[in-house]
Nanobody, 115 residues
């Protein structure tokens, strides 16, 4: 059983930066892909970025060059550094992982970017 607790986010300015954190609890946290998704009200949840246990990363095109995902397996934490924010980055952000059997989600954290 894994548990994810997300933090960070809040209000940012267009062109500014915010950082999200997600702490994983569980014996196998360091072995799994960790990802960030985001969801606007009334829309489907969208993949934003992912990182595997070897720190190989993947990003949705809309955030490439602006967002960076990283992980520190020693403290079972994944980070999403969001730079050059845009108003369209405003969403609820969720961290995610899977152990191959179940999907695990952290609670959402609101990111609001004002222009």
């Amino acid at each position: 059983q894994l548990q994810l607790v997300a933090s960070g986010g809040g209000l940012g300015l267009a062109g500014g930066s915010l950082r999200l954190l997600c702490v994983c609890s569980g014996r196998t946290c360091s072995s799994h892909v960790m990802s960030w998704f985001r969801q606007a009200q009334g829309k489907e949840r969208e993949f934003v970025a992912g990182i595997n246990w070897r720190s190989i990363t993947d990003y949705v095109d809309s955030v490439k060059g602006r967002f960076t995902i990283a992980r520190d397996n020693a403290v079972k934490t994944v980070y999403l550094q969001m730079n050059r924010l845009k108003p369209e980055d405003t969403d609820v952000y969720y961290c995610n992982t899977t152990d191959g059997f179940l999907d695990y989600w952290g609670q959402g954290t609101q990111v609001t970017v004002s222009s």
